[in-house]
């Protein structure tokens, strides 16, 4: 069963990040109604916080505020679908752990894909995709 | 009785392989598979007498016209229609129940009531609930019960003076439930004799002898697509009454009598409804695939139907963590079993069952507000018909132990 590999399976059955978070910067949900995919997302995000920090980005002209800046300190998915978005979801949290919004809202099915590492056929890109779509909708927040 | 295996023959389809296994199409709900003859009959039009109907003197033109309105009386003596003029050619149902949706709708009022079923598909339930809304009407909806039953007891308080329209499907394409129309009718016109009954014979004309004398409903909608014929074809058929008092629904060429600058004289039904080149080579497919299901014998459809899904639910229901919904008596409900698998997504049972040639349906089955209603999340779907096997559900069956072991 070529879609559903040995990594699939094990993140459909031992998903990781799935929960919540005791402090939540942003989140967001969505509902696909034509299959009842439920998903939520919610970040914890870092912003550099010490002087030595802060100086660096002062020195170099990027500005303090700005997705370039924030980046993901920790992540929970929740919700309920099919092994293919909740596989996506589990190996994206993992992914995105440490990266900046700016890098995530760059994020493209292409991206999801090589992640998956399965062919997918045109009526599962949706269940792969939904937890991207989640998470730049989080991002997109802060 | 049908012999299933010989009937099989007639369908090209199933000879196909898919991933290197046997066609298992059970997917009939959505749209059935097609004869010869029907395949033949559509392509006999296009490559014999192609020609526009109503519109020529010559030869091949009266030949499509002769053909078109065979068509039309073959359909209406299918269902006991009493006139050929009561037959209206449309897309599908949904455009058939959109058509009276809207004619019904320009007479509504605020505070009158349409009342419809939980169960409904959303081409039975959205028309009537926009329209009413529109007029600041009241949207009434008949809940089932537990078996997925409807309770007529329920009625007594449902229909009230001011209830213009009950709506109803004969036959649910999720839980397989068939609905005593005859009964609802005769219920509904003692509560209110100047309520209408609309039926949404969609998934009961082509598994089920229907004669619309004996329901006594005002119209019913059914599509050519499922009961053999081609896609872009249905039928609305109403009461000669009601479709002279409807309001046209298209406007254009071939439903008017006479079109002057200041006025226009319409057509009479069917015709009235009919605007605009008609899908000539689906109604002709539509009069074929009629003619192949009268050779069968509609008795013998339902017989084999029933044997079928008695063989799928006993089956199923020996599936630890299989939950079958709907009425659990095969004699009362459709070839049409919706269930689901604990721990697991119905996208991924289908996924699965495609591996092995199995065609399923999953999700919500244009019924979003029957799965609110349950509480039970996207279904998977397995429906039958006259051409489906007790071997095609042995291989359903070995494809839904195949999913559960794999996310055990």
Known sequence: ?142 | MIDASSVRKDFPQLQRKINGKPIVYLDSSATSLKPKSVIDAVTGYYSDYTANVFRGIYTTSEEATAAYELARAKVAGFIGAHLPEEIVFTRNTTESLNLLAAGIGKTLHHEDEVITTIMEHHSNFVPWQQRVMKKNGVFKIWNIDKEGQLNLGDLDTLITRRTKVLTISASSNVLGTISPIKKIVSTVKRLNPKCLVFVDAAQAVPHMAVDVKDWGADAIAFSGHKMLGPTGIGVLWARISLLSDLPPYQYGGDMIEEVHRDKTLFKGPPHKFEAGTPHIAGAIGLGAAVDYLQALGLGAVRKHEIEITDYALKALARIKGVIVIGPRDARDRGGVVSFRLDKVHPHDIAQVLDESGVCIRVGFHCAQPLHEFLEIGPTARASFYLYTTKEDIDVLIEGVEKVKQLFK
Request: proline share 4%.
């Open chain 1, 1 to 142: 069963m070529d879609i559903y590999r040995e990594i699939i399976l094990d993140h459909y059955k031992n998903p990781r990040n799935f929960g919540h978070l005791h402090h939540v910067d942003a989140s967001a949900e969505a509902y696909n109604a034509t299959c009842g995919d439920k998903m939520r997302i919610e970040i914890q995000v870092k912003s550099p916080a010490s002087p030595a920090g802060r100086e660096k980005f002062r020195r170099s002209g990027i500005p303090l505020r700005g997705t370039k800046v924030k980046s993901i300190q920790d992540i929970r998915f929740s919700g309920e679908g099919c092994a293919i978005s909740q596989a996506s979801a589990s190996m994206l949290t993992e992914k995105v752990k440490g990266m900046s919004a700016a890098q995530i809202q760059k994020l493209s099915f292409q991206d999801v894909q090589k992640m998956l590492g399965v062919s997918l056929t045109p009526s599962r890109v949706k269940c792969a995709t939904l937890p991207l779509e989640v998470l730049q909708k989080a991002i997109s927040s802060i």
